[in-house]
């Protein structure tokens, strides 16, 4: 099942490399030997009744992989050659089980992978922009009921997990680790679960973080994209933990199936392995997957509505700035109406002084002489022939301009309309970054990353 989002950058496709190091350890003399490190070249399976080996598929920094190196390796470890394709290196997991029937070497093979997205810590301050990591790791296990040997072969487990694995095998019995093919992956479920819980619970204290620090009316300043990119990170990660939740039935259903063939052919088996029941534990394993990958279905969820939420604080802020602004305008409204009653009521009055204040009309004082006398000038039509056209002008100069004013937005929506399909095309396609994907010194191929 492959993942939305491949990690390339920390799982690159080209996996071992020649003289590259391995670590190996070995229960034989009845104890647990120390892990020693060789070349892959050198590695080969040995009757010891249980190996563990630690190769890696993320250093090839000098030479990549080829068809001669997967061959060898097949050769040694068993390892199936499609195992070295870029798009089973990219899967968010699978399960893939083969039983090899010869009479000189019968082995049951079995060949688990799974995806882990986590948190890393890094740049908390400004989300989580680089702040995670994926783990990738495949469990191939061998088992020859002839020779009760069990051979587990961790891939591309991180070197700071190697302990926790070592811890969690070690700490069964031997004979039933060579007793039943199945024994082993209680141990790799139980560290899968461990990375699993962990990672949820990181992506759990970020969303946490969010809630804790909610937009409120007062301060509505949400930060969105470092929302929805950490809604991204958590949707990974309910994806992969699903993903998981497919490959453990699929083990079961194996499981089943292998139980079923090997009813009727018994082989030697230590007492107090009799009743040897793997089945059990791997469903205790899935259900505690499952309840882990509810936790991540919640986590989505409570971030949606804190999404949800944090716009209806946005759009509520925004509605009470929107109210002020009314209050303020019917404020306004109220000083321009008044202003423009005293306007009305003293217009009239200005208007009338001012024509009588005009120099075409005179008025004389009474005299000892003569009479108060009030004349008007022959020349006052002069007023009226210049008054009226500068004020015909002035009203057809604001009247053009309000119409300039309504035309230029009518023609800049018409602009926006009337893009072309190629151009929409183009302004809401979506950016894709390539990346380089070497699969064989010939062959080059490229592809996308979302």
Request: charged share 15%; glycine share 2%; with cysteine.
């Amino acid at each position: 099942m492959p993942a939305s989002n491949p990690p390339t950058s920390v799982h690159p496709p080209h996996i071992c490399i020649p003289n590259a190091l391995a670590e190996v350890v070995e229960y034989k003399n009845a104890c647990w030997q120390a892990a020693r490190k060789c070349s892959t070249d050198a590695l080969a399976l040995t009757d010891a009744p249980v190996i563990i080996i630690f190769i890696s598929t993320t250093h090839a920094d000098n030479t990549p992989s080829n068809t001669k190196t997967h061959t060898a390796l097949a050769t040694k470890l068993s390892i199936p050659t499609f195992f070295w394709q870029a798009k089973v290196q990219n899967a968010s997991g699978y399960f893939y089980a083969r039983h090899h029937a010869t009479p000189a070497d019968p082995h049951y093979m079995t060949l688990t992978h799974f995806l882990i997205k986590y948190a890393t810590g890094v740049d908390q301050e400004s989300g989580l922009d680089k702040a995670y990591d994926w783990h990738k790791q495949s469990f191939l296990t061998l088992h020859n009921p002839r020779k009760q040997t069990t051979t587990l072969i961790c891939v591309d487990v991180a070197p700071p997990l190697h302990t926790h694995i070592l811890q969690l095998v070690q700490a069964r019995p031997v004979p039933e680790l060579t007793s039943h093919p199945f024994v082993i992956h209680g141990s790799i479920l139980e560290h899968i679960l461990t990375l699993y819980d962990n990672a949820i619970w990181d992506f759990r204290n970020f969303v946490r973080a969010q809630e804790q620090e909610r937009p409120t009316i007062q301060h509505p300043h949400p930060d969105y994209i470092a929302m929805h990119e950490l809604a991204r990170h958590v949707m990974h990660s309910s994806e992969v933990s699903e993903t998981a939740l497919d490959v453990i039935d699929s083990m079961l259903e194996e499981l089943e199936r292998y139980q079923k063939k090997h009813h009727h052919h018994h082989h030697p088996q230590p007492p107090h392995t009799n009743h040897l029941d793997p089945a059990s534990e791997i469903r205790r394993h899935r259900s505690l997957l499952k309840a882990i990958h509810l936790r991540s279905r919640a986590l989505h969820e409570r971030l949606r509505n804190e999404i949800n939420l944090a716009f209806h604080i946005s759009t509520q802020a925004d509605s009470l700035v929107q109210q002020k602004i009314a209050t303020l305008s019917r404020r306004d409204s109220n000083a321009t109406r008044t202003i423009s009653i005293l306007g009305l009521v003293f217009l009239p009055g200005t208007f009338i002084s001012a024509i009588f204040s005009m120099s075409f009309f005179n008025y004389q004082q009474p005299s000892n002489h003569s009479p108060a006398s009030w004349a008007m000038s022959e020349k006052f039509w002069i007023y009226w022939v210049v008054a009226i056209p500068v004020t015909l002008i002035t009203i057809g100069v604001w009247w053009y301009w309000q119409q300039q004013q309504q035309e230029t937005p009518n023609h800049n929506n018409n602009n926006n309309v009337d893009e072309s399909p190629a151009s929409k095309k183009k302004n809401f396609s979506l950016p894709l970054r390539s990346h380089t994907v070497p699969i064989d010194p010939k062959e080059t191929k490229t592809f996308p990353c979302y």
